[in-house]
């Protein structure tokens, strides 16, 4: 079982549709972290939560601690938001290592 | 700030061949790591490093080897190169965790490395 474990795996939606990719993890954490690969691109990092919420722009990341979850909701999507979207989390149990979600590829339609 | 650097970005390796991809950061963090990532599959950490001269294996480490003789550099070895080594791979680093909601602790990555073993 991972550690990370996101879904939806594919999700496809119409432009301007209001998303949300989920992501719940099995081990104690310093921070959850949501990244952004687009197709044959780099990763980086959108946000890095460790209570609460964030925003910005159309992006909002949620986390409950208590219940080991966290949310990334895009409002307004647009095809430019096409991408995978990874959440790791980072643990202080394991020497501060990453542990990495299987991804959501995102398709956003005009 | 040119953040993490790799190289080379493409190669086409065959099959007992050997090669290093190289990783440079100039944030002056103390840790570095190197990932693979497969097609569906989560990233893999294959090796660590919290500092200068000290490395650490991670999950996937057989088939390669890594040094960091510097605070900057963080070479991965590939040695004898097989087909399962085809994959993406990424170097990354980060501050050891400071607490809170520091913008120290983001990880930072590589544009990544694609390989190709045939």
């Known amino acids: 079982k991972n550690e990370v474990e996101q879904s939806p795996q594919n999700l496809t939606a119409q432009e301007g549709e209001f998303i949300t990719i989920n992501c719940s993890y099995s081990?104690?954490?310093?921070?959850l972290h949501w990244l952004q690969q687009h197709p044959g691109g780099g990763i980086v990092s959108l946000f890095m939560?460790?209570?609460g919420k964030k925003k910005h722009g159309r992006l909002i990341a949620t986390i409950n601690i208590q219940e080991k979850h966290s949310s990334l909701h895009i409002t307004a999507s647009h095809p430019r938001d096409s991408a995978v979207y990874i959440c790791a989390v980072r643990s202080p149990n394991t020497g501060n290592q990453f542990y990495f979600g299987t991804g959501t590829s995102l398709t956003v339609i005009p | 700030n040119a953040g993490v650097t790799q190289t080379p970005k493409f190669r086409i390796l065959k099959i007992g061949q050997s090669m290093t991809l190289q990783c440079t950061q100039d944030m002056n963090h103390n840790y570095m790591y190197w990932y693979r990532q497969d097609p569906g599959m989560g990233l893999k950490l294959i090796y660590y490093s919290v500092g200068a001269g000290i490395t650490d294996k991670g999950e996937v480490p057989n088939g390669y080897n890594v040094s960091r003789s510097t605070t900057e550099d963080f070479p991965l070895r590939l040695e004898l190169a097989a087909p399962s080594q085809t994959s993406v791979y990424f170097c990354?680093?980060?501050?050891?965790?400071?607490?809170?909601?520091?913008?120290?602790?983001?990880?930072?990555f590589g544009a990544g490395s694609r390989l190709t073993v045939l």
């Open positions: 081990v104690g954490i310093s921070a």
């Open positions: 990354a680093s980060s501050y050891p965790w400071v607490g809170g909601s520091s913008g120290a602790n983001v990880l930072t």
């Open positions: 939560l460790s209570s």
